[in-house]
Nanobody
Framework: QVQLVETGGGLVKAGGSLTLSCVAS????????MGWFRQAPGKEREFVGG????????MYGNSVRGRFAISRDDAKDTVWLQMNSLKPEDTAVYYC?????????????????WGQGSQVTVSS
């Protein structure tokens, strides 16, 4: 059973940057795709981005493309979400997720493991 732990959330001013980290406790050997989702109060869970095992197949949600970047290091069982040019509308709980499928998907139902979530708040 893969357990995911996110760290790095917090409060940041608009225009600032923040990096979230996600460590897989049982290793990433049993997963291929690592993804990030977010959920704001009263809204559905939104796909932020995902990356496949090769690292070259990253995909991003429309609202974050060009501002956020995902990277992974399987030797460290870690995936990162670098968030730049943050906006108040980026405020949400951010979740790390892992999937055994081999392709990145926006659909959260394809992800097998989830972290507990990390709060990111962007002030105006």
């Amino acid at each position: 059973q893969v357990q995911l732990v996110e760290t790095g959330g917090g409060l940041v001013k608009a225009g600032g940057s923040l990096t979230l980290s996600c460590v897989a406790s049982e290793g990433t050997f049993n997963t291929n795709v690592m993804g990030w989702f977010r959920q704001a109060p009263g809204k559905e869970r939104e796909f932020v981005g995902g990356i496949d095992r090769s690292g070259g197949g990253a995909m991003y949600g429309n609202s974050v493309r060009g501002r956020f970047a995902i990277s992974r290091d399987d030797a460290k069982d870690t995936v990162w979400l670098q968030m730049n040019s943050l906006k108040p509308e980026d405020t949400a709980v951010y979740y790390c997720a892992a999937a055994r499928i081999t392709f990145v998907t926006r659909n959260p139902s394809f992800y097998d493991y989830w972290g507990q979530g990390s709060q990111v708040t962007v002030s105006s």
